[in-house]
Nanobody, 118 residues
């Protein structure tokens, strides 16, 4: 059984920074794509950033709304994906979910709330 556990969410002021982490645990022998999605109240879940494979970082995807502000990275030794969020604004307020392709199956974390407010 594989579990994803997110951390790092919270309240942050506009213009501030936050770093989200998501660690996978369990029986892991293949870890491919890693990504972050978010869902704001009344809106559909949307892609924030995605790393398709650690060997092909040039294919990293970012939502247009976060390009230049957010950075996704991964530590394969720790089975962990990070999301560095800089220059946040109120539009970034949402429940953030990590997603990983582990052992050929798609897994989601439970979500971590990010609230941008002064």
């Amino acid at each position: 059984q594989v579990q994803l556990v997110e951390s790092g969410g919270g309240l942050v002021q506009p213009g501030g920074s936050l770093r989200l982490s998501c660690a996978a645990s369990g029986s892991i022998f293949r870890l491919k794509a890693m990504g972050w999605y978010r869902q704001a109240p009344g809106k559909q879940r949307e892609l924030v950033a995605r790393l398709p494979d650690s060997r092909y970082t040039e294919y990293t995807e970012y939502a247009d709304s976060v390009k230049g502000r957010f950075t996704i990275s991964r530590d394969n030794a720790k089975n962990t994906v990070y999301l560095q969020m800089d220059s946040v604004n109120s539009d970034d307020t949402a429940l953030y979910y990590c997603n990983m392709n582990v052992n050929w199956e798609n897994y989601w974390g439970q979500g971590t709330q990010v609230t941008v407010s002064s």
